[in-house]
């Protein structure tokens, strides 16, 4: 089930690593993009798993990730 070169479904970058494995050998993997932090398992249909058929409304380019907000903005402290 372990897959070379993983690829983020996400921002596509190809960093993307194992986070964690099913304790039963060959069940389930966890992966992790380290670049957009989008965590993902290996048991989720392809339109989750795979790049070219992640829904294009929710991806984005790692470069892009300089112009985000921080969320949720943190507000002022009341005295």
């Avoid at 670049?35 to 070219?52: H, L, N, Q, V």
């Amino acid at each position: 089930m372990s897959q070379k070169n993983l690829i983020c479904p996400r921002c596509e970058s190809a960093n993307a690593e194992v986070l964690s494995r099913s304790p039963v050998e060959g069940v389930w993997e966890v992966y992790h993009c380290p670049t957009c932090f989008f965590t993902w398992r290996s048991t989720e249909p392809a339109f989750i798993t795979d790049p070219k058929q992640y829904n294009p409304n929710f991806k984005f380019k790692p470069e892009d990730m300089a112009h985000f907000g921080v969320m949720p903005a943190i507000p002022e402290l009341k005295r």
